[in-house]
């Protein structure tokens, strides 16, 4: 595989709610997210991350046919707009593979699904999702189908693929499907749903390149909850353990999941999610609206997804100001990445720890950077060497003294 993942930040956009085509009938909507590209390019990314965009039921995720764009989105011509304007900008996208299970409306034979009894309708659903069928992949004609699909788009112009729902499936599987595909694009990078489980393992068995972090997502937002930053300095050592197996897809937000800034129970403590964000290993992935403080509380109901999949604007002068400081702090961590570009494999320990101050060390070989995170309500001056040492970006003008509830990063 070509190392340009390593260079990997990604916009992360559910396109049925991005667009405003979720609930509505067929229409010619790609052009608005086209017309957002440059303000995602300004922000710093060069990954598009696009959530589903094939015929399906209703949220995208129960496909019909993997090989037509949803005409809620547009039709091959609206796509290969978008996949032009993105290569323009230096963009690359990466589509979302539901291939765990589709819609009841997909059309196969019987043999393509897991059975639970002999009657024509005893088909296996997903997580008890009634309009989400479960295919098997112990069936070779699957197998087949997924590999020209991911083949087919990858022709099209895309990069890379999320897999859905990876976890449900055996990793034997996607191991003999990115084989297959490597052969004709070598190129191409692969990335995994995984919630829970062994990562490593997982990584390694199923020849993935990438699987999502959700053990360090949970550990960013609650560890700055309950002010136990011990629980995310785990959750660092493990991520060590994952960045030997794979470059894990790292997130504060993504569309399954209550927005960042709802989520976390004092807003102050936004910069110092996007600080370990930023200055620990893997791709980073900005889950649309994040980037501008957007709230949104996914709900376990019908349609309780809706509040963190909202309709975007139509220009960015349209956006509230309330959210553009996070926008530009959003610029800022992501140039200094791009500034440390070895922060992609670099791995990432405490130099001091307490419930409420940590001080942070990423390094890879002959580089360092030290995030120093203070949630407590007193200043805290981090008993590490500073010398030669200045801030980078942060509060406090003093490296190591950092006020209440702020964070710095020194280099």
Do not use: C
Not at 17 to 30: E, K, S, V, Y
Not at 57 to 73: A, E, K, M, W
């Amino acid at each position: 595989m070509s190392n340009w993942a390593d260079h990997a930040i990604w916009w992360h956009v559910y396109p049925l709610g991005f667009t405003g085509g979720l609930h509505r009938g067929p229409g010619h909507r790609f052009g608005h997210l086209i017309d957002w590209l440059d303000y995602a390019v300004e922000m710093g990314v060069n990954g598009l991350q696009l959530g589903p965009v094939f015929a399906s039921g209703t949220h995208g995720y129960d496909t019909v046919d993997h090989f037509r764009i949803d005409p809620r989105l547009g039709d091959d011509a609206d796509f290969d707009e978008l996949i032009a304007a993105a290569g323009s900008r230096g963009v690359r996208v990466m589509l979302d593979g539901v291939f765990n299970h589709v819609g009841r409306g997909f059309s196969a034979p019987r043999h393509w699904f897991r059975h639970t009894g002999p009657g024509p309708d005893d088909v296996e659903v997903f997580e008890g999702h009634d309009a989400l069928v479960a295919l098997d992949h112990d069936e070779p004609e699957v197998l087949d189908h997924v590999v020209r699909v991911m083949n087919h788009w990858l022709d099209r112009g895309v990069s890379g693929w999320r897999l859905d729902a990876a976890y449900a499936v055996p990793p034997r599987f996607w191991r003999a499907a990115v084989d297959r595909v490597r052969s004709r694009h070598p190129e191409a990078w692969f990335t995994g749903e995984l919630i829970h489980g062994d990562y490593p393992a997982y990584l390694r068995e199923s020849g993935l390149d990438s699987i999502t972090q959700y053990e360090l997502w949970k550990a960013i937002w609650s560890s700055l909850n309950d002010r136990n930053l011990f629980e995310l300095v785990w959750a660092l050592e493990r991520h060590g353990e994952i960045l030997e197996a794979g470059l894990p897809l790292t997130f504060v937000g993504n569309h399954d999941v209550t927005r960042i800034a709802s989520r976390l129970d004092d807003v102050r403590h936004l910069g110092h999610a996007l600080a370990v964000l930023f200055t620990t290993g893997g791709a980073p992935s900005i889950y649309y609206g994040d980037e501008q403080a957007y709230r949104g509380v996914k709900q376990d109901r019908a349609g309780g997804d809706d509040d963190v999949r909202p309709l975007f604007p139509a220009k960015p002068e349209d956006l509230s100001a309330y959210g553009w400081p996070t926008y530009r702090l959003h610029q800022r961590l992501i140039g200094l990445r791009r500034r440390h570009p070895w922060l992609t494999h670099a791995r990432t320990k405490s130099l001091s720890l307490t419930n409420t101050a940590a001080a942070l060390v990423s390094t890879a070989p002959g580089n360092r950077l030290i995030t120093l995170l203070n949630v407590g309500d007193t200043e805290t001056t981090f008993d590490i060497d500073v010398a030669g040492l200045r801030v980078l970006e942060g509060d406090g003008a003093t490296p190591g003294t950092v006020p209440a509830h702020a964070w710095q990063i020194l280099g």
